[in-house]
T-cell receptor, first 116, second 114 residues
Framework: DTGVSQDPRHKITKRGQNVTFRCDPI?????LYWYRQTLGQGPEFLTY????????KSRLLSDRFSAERPKGSFSTLEIQRTEQGDSAMYLC??????????????FGEGSRLTVL | GESVGLHLPTLSVQEGDNSIINCAYS??????FIWYKQESGKGPQFIID?????DKRQGQRVTVLLNKTVKHLSLQIAATQPGDSAVYFC?????????????FGAGTRLAVHP
C-alpha cells in the first residue's frame, strides 16, 4: 500500500499526558498537511509543510501542539498536556506541487485521540 | 469566520436513483471548490473540483454545479450505488489562502438503500 499511513490509529490517554502521532506521506509528495476532525464535522486545517519547512499554522494550533517534518519525509504531531477538548480524529494528508489535480489532498485514515 | 455549510445533514436514496447533495458557501470571493467523500473509518477522498469561472463540471457518474449568484454548490451522483454510501463534504479555497488551507463544510451523509 503506497498511500498515506498514520500511526497509531487509536490512542486513549488521560488528561495531562503527552501524545505523538506519526504520518508517512506518499513518497513522492513534498507537501504534508495536518487536519483535525471532530464527530459530524468536516476536517479543520491545522498546519502544512512543504518539504521540511512548516509554512503555515492555523490559530487552532495552540502552543501545546507542535508538528515537525525533520527530513521532509514523515511528520509527527505532538500534543502536550492533553485536554478533553483535544479528543478528535487527526488526519494527515499529502500532495505534490505541480502534479495531480490542484486541490487534491491524499488523506490517511487518521489517528483517533480520546482524552479521558 | 467564514465557512462552508450544507443544507441537509442526511440524504436517503434508493439504489439506482440520482442523488443531489447541496452546499451553501458564504464567501463570494472563493474561487475554487472541491467535493470529498469520506467512508466510515477512512480519510476523505477527492471526488471532483470546479473553479469559479465554470458553472458545471462532469466526471464519471458525478456532476458538480456552481451557482455563484446564490453561492450554492451541488454534487449530483447518477445511478447511485451502495458503494456511494458515505459522508460528502464540500470544501472551498478562501480568497486569501492557498490550495493548502481548504475550508470544509460539516458534511452530508448519503445512505443508499437496495
Amino acid at each position: 500500500d503506497t498511500g498515506v499511513s498514520q500511526d497509531p490509529r487509536h490512542k486513549i490517554t488521560k488528561r495531562g499526558q503527552n501524545v505523538t502521532f506519526r504520518c508517512d506521506p506518499i513518497s513522492e509528495h513534498n507537501r504534508l498537511y495536518w487536519y483535525r476532525q471532530t464527530l459530524g464535522q468536516g476536517p479543520e486545517f491545522l498546519t502544512y509543510f512543504q518539504n521540511e519547512a512548516q509554512l503555515e499554522k492555523s490559530r487552532l494550533l495552540s502552543d501545546r501542539f507542535s508538528a515537525e517534518r525533520p527530513k521532509g519525509s514523515f511528520s509527527t504531531l505532538e500534543i502536550q498536556r492533553t485536554e478533553q477538548g483535544d479528543s478528535a480524529m487527526y488526519l494527515c494528508a499529502s500532495s505534490s506541487v505541480g502534479g495531480g489535480r490542484t486541490g487534491e489532498l491524499f488523506f490517511g485514515e487518521g489517528s483517533r485521540l480520546t482524552v479521558l | 469566520g467564514e465557512s462552508v455549510g450544507l443544507h441537509l445533514p442526511t440524504l436517503s436514496v434508493q439504489e439506482g436513483d440520482n442523488s443531489i447533495i447541496n452546499c451553501a458557501y458564504s464567501n463570494s470571493a472563493s474561487d475554487y471548490f472541491i467535493w470529498y467523500k469520506q467512508e466510515s473509518g477512512k480519510g476523505p477522498q477527492f471526488i471532483i473540483d470546479i473553479r469559479s469561472n465554470m458553472d458545471k463540471r462532469q466526471g464519471q457518474r458525478v456532476t458538480v454545479l456552481l451557482n455563484k449568484t446564490v453561492k450554492h454548490l451541488s454534487l449530483q451522483i447518477a445511478a447511485t450505488q451502495p458503494g456511494d454510501s458515505a459522508v460528502y463534504f464540500c470544501a472551498e479555497k478562501p480568497p486569501d489562502g492557498g490550495y493548502n488551507k481548504l475550508i470544509f463544510g460539516a458534511g452530508t451523509r448519503l445512505a443508499v438503500h437496495p
